[in-house]
């Protein structure tokens, strides 16, 4: 399909319509899967399987920013139906449910008003579209643009499945890692919209007030921050275990792989960056 110029409100229910369709399969495949592979392996199928779709509507219209909302929506929609499978309602995943669908609430509402239709592509991806062949981009699409991304979350959203079916209650540190994910998503709040008003206002400038003169990223602090958090509220229950693994490479895909694109991006395009660079720090 060529890409059409779609009006924003047009491009927002084709979306819709793709995730309900996404969402619909990796629940049916859960349902089919989950005595052949266990409960683990049948969500990581599920979430696979609906990543798959996303990426085929991506290449029906041309744009690899269909993608873009997955990253929010599949958490609360997963942890929720995971938590009705189980039937599990204890304070700890209730705390869960309440910090993620937050954070997914808050996340999903800034890609809405961001987002500018179907015929506008992330610049991220344009860049890697107009560097690269067509055969390594598509190789590029499919594995590093939207499967790598599910994967790291999926790996993060671990530790939230295991508090499922765990019959123990909250401790402090059950509430520290809820209060440290609700802070984290505040932060994000608050750094994208002074973010966007000060571009509105400045058009071209390097934004360096608010929380952007404290850090470079303080949106990615709050992202990174958000699963530490989840972490946190599964680890004060089961003791430090391999599923650490998940913050840790969420914190990784920032600094090694998000930040340095952004990071080149703004140098690029903007000569004041360099000296913000070199009197802010990184993160917060």
Known sequence: MMKRDYSKAASMAIIAVVYAIAGAAGMLAFGKLGAALG????????????TVIVWGFGLVY??????????????????????????????????????????????TYNWAVTFKGLAHEDWRYTKYREAQSPIIFQL???FGLNMMPTLVVFACM????GLSGLDAPANA?????????????????????????????????????????RGRHPNYFGEISMWWGVWLMYASLCGLDWLVVGPIAMTALFLFISIPLMESRQLANKPAYAAYRSRTRILI
């Open 140 to 142: 590029t699409n499919f």
């Open 158 to 161: 671990l530790p939230g499945f």
């Open 62 to 107: 041309e744009n690899v920013s269909v993608y873009d909302p997955y990253w929010s929506v599949a958490p609360p929609v997963m942890f929720t139906a995971f938590t009705m499978y189980k039937g599990c309602w204890t304070l700890p995943v209730v705390l869960l449910l309440i910090a993620v669908w937050y954070w997914g609430i808050r996340l």
């Open 39 to 50: 409960e683990t392996w049948a969500l990581l199928a599920a979430d696979v399987i609906a």
């Open 173 to 213: 540190l059950t509430w520290l890692g809820c209060a440290i994910c609700i802070a984290a998503a505040s932060i994000q709040l608050i750094a994208d919209t002074q973010s966007r008003r000060f571009r509105a206002a400045h058009p071209g400038r390097v934004c360096d007030t608010g929380l952007w003169r």
